[in-house]
């Protein structure tokens, strides 16, 4: 046991390996194999400073006789080795060489090697953290009473549908490690940052704040003054009303004259989470929250901090993204502070936004409910629950009077985009960019081209969209070739924002 900088660290954490430290490449037995995901010596270096570092990792390999016991321990003596000469000493391997069939006790996500870890180490484990690209490895963590987790490395983005909708999520390990170092006390940490930011709403400021959908710029929906900086700060035009962001079917009758049955059924199957509802408003909630409708849409964030803020504020929180309009839509915190950090008073990084895509919004300002906009939550899931929804039409109009956010040129790139069905070849010219969906076997590692989910799995590449959007943009290209997707799911949803972001060049 060795305590690499002298003090007496009582707090650790804990990592999976496979898809966390290094690239997830099956039951591995050759150390050739071993690569180091990028950003993760860094992140290890730093977490090192303040904790001890565990490995905790699941290998049914072994058991189901694909690996040998040997072959595990070999793997992780190889990037024990390789760690130490960057200086990263982790101070124990746990492996759980078990298939789940077998129902042992240490296999993730039971706190066994933790609680093991807590006695043999004295690790404090109400201070330590757990990271990993599995739902299992956050549990794992909350089991033992530590802070879990999740990153989007390995099969991070793929298992983002299964994830307990209040765990944190990061895109690698080296973003969670820079949170982890600013949030040492990270649940009472959270509850300062949602009092601090609820004092600023109260007092008629401006927060930026994540959700699952992407992040808001939000203010307290009743203060009018407060709202009218909202529009001034992304330079929105006064005619795109706002969303209400609530915590509780309480504050929603604050907002709302009507709660009619469907929309109650919608909120009990999917709030917290991406669905906005439009409601006949009452009288206090300020015109220009609603751009002089006499509806009001109204959401409940599936995020543990947006909703944390929401209720330290008592009163919703009126948010569109929190971008300038007309732009691409933040789903991280530091997309945020690129477009108004400035113009805001505080932004408060919950890590990236694991849907990607704004929330679906469903009108029951008419006698049947209208889908107004596509989102998070596909047609089929909401129809499902109340039965047949009206579509908006095919092509979105500019400034309906109901609907302003299906205008047109949203979420666009500053470079042209070009939207087709699909991508079949690629040009040799390096000045186009391509944003492809599953690209195809063989296809160049390049920095023009984004694949949104190589598997094809619709949440992963919604998720991914708007973060390759803008990375494609930075890079001064000529033109930007996108390929629509599948339509189902949220596939609607991410070709409803393709279109809107190619729409300049379509006409
Ligand atoms: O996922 C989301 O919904 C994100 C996060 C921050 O919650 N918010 C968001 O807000 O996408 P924003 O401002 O980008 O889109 C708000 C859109 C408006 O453009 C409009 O289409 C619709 O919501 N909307 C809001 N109130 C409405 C109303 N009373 N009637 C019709 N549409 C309304
Ligand atoms: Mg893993």
């Not at 299992?136 to 299964?162: K, L, P, Y």
């Not at 994540?210 to 407060?226: K, M, Q, S």
């Not at 956010?405 to 390096?430: C, F, I, R």
């Not at 076997?441 to 803008?470: C, K, Q, T, W, Y």
């Amino acid at each position: 046991m060795t305590v690499s900088n002298g003090t007496a660290r009582d707090a650790a954490v804990f990592l999976d390996r496979d898809g966390t430290i290094i690239e997830d490449r099956g039951h591995l037995k050759d150390s050739r194999d071993v690569v180091l995901l990028p950003g993760a010596v860094d992140a290890l270096l730093r977490l090192q400073e303040k904790y001890r570092l565990f490995v905790v990792t699941n290998q049914p390999g072994v058991s189901r006789g694909e690996i040998s016991a040997e072959d595990a321990m070999m793997i992780n003596r190889h990037l024990d080795a390789v760690l130490r000469e960057y200086g990263i000493d982790i101070e124990r391997w746990y492996v759980c060489p078990h298939d789940r069939a077998e129902k042992c006790e240490c296999s993730k996500p039971s706190p066994y090697f933790l609680k093991q870890a807590a006695a043999d180490f004295n690790i404090a484990l109400n201070k330590s953290f757990f990271i990993g690209d599995h739902p299992h490895d956050a549990m794992t963590g909350f089991n033992a009473g530590a802070f879990g987790i999740h990153v989007c490395t390995g099969h991070g983005m793929h298992h983002i549908g299964q994830l307990a909708w209040d765990i944190l999520v990061f895109r690698d390990l080296y973003d969670a490690s820079g949170w982890i170092m600013r949030h040492p006390d990270p649940v009472n940490d959270i509850a300062e940052v949602a009092r601090k930011g609820a004092e600023i709403i109260r007092s008629g400021g401006l927060v930026a704040f994540p959700t699952e959908t992407v992040y808001g710029l939000g203010a307290n929906a009743f203060d009018y003054h407060a709202a009218a900086r909202i529009f001034e700060a992304k330079q929105r035009p006064a005619f795109d009303p706002l969303i209400c962001h609530v915590a509780s079917v309480e504050q929603v009758m604050d907002l709302a004259a009507e709660w009619p049955e469907k929309a109650a059924l919608l909120a009990e199957k999917f709030w917290p989470g991406p669905l906005t509802m439009i409601l006949p408003k009452r009288p206090e909630v300020p015109d220009l929250v609603t751009s002089g409708l006499p509806s009001v849409g109204i959401r409940m964030p599936a995020n543990r901090i947006a909703l944390e803020l929401i209720k330290a504020a008592q009163t919703p929180i009126a948010a569109p993204s929190a971008n300038l309009f007309g732009r691409i839509s933040p789903t991280r915190a530091e997309h945020v502070r690129e477009q108004l950090e400035d113009r805001v008073d505080l932004i408060i990084d919950g890590g990236c936004c694991r849907v990607g895509v704004e929330s679906t919004i469903i009108s029951f300002a008419h006698d049947i409910p209208v889908m107004l906009r596509p989102g998070g939550i596909s047609a089929e899931q909401i129809e499902a629950v109340i039965g047949p929804v009206a579509r908006k039409p095919e092509k979105p109009v500019i400034s309906a009077p109901e609907g302003p956010g299906m205008l047109l040129s949203h979420y666009a790139p500053s470079t042209p985009m070009k939207l087709v069905d699909k991508v079949e070849q690629l040009d040799d010219d390096p000045k186009t960019g391509y944003l492809l969906f599953t690209g195809w076997a063989g296809i160049p590692v390049a920095d023009n081209i984004e694949i949104l989910s190589p598997g094809g799995d619709m949440a992963e590449a919604a998720a991914n969209l708007f973060a390759a959007m803008r990375r494609l943009d930075a890079l001064d290209l000529s033109e930007i070739i996108a390929e629509k997707v599948p339509e189902e799911g949220v596939g609607a949803a991410i070709n409803d924002r393709l279109h809107r972001a190619a729409w300049k060049e379509e006409n």
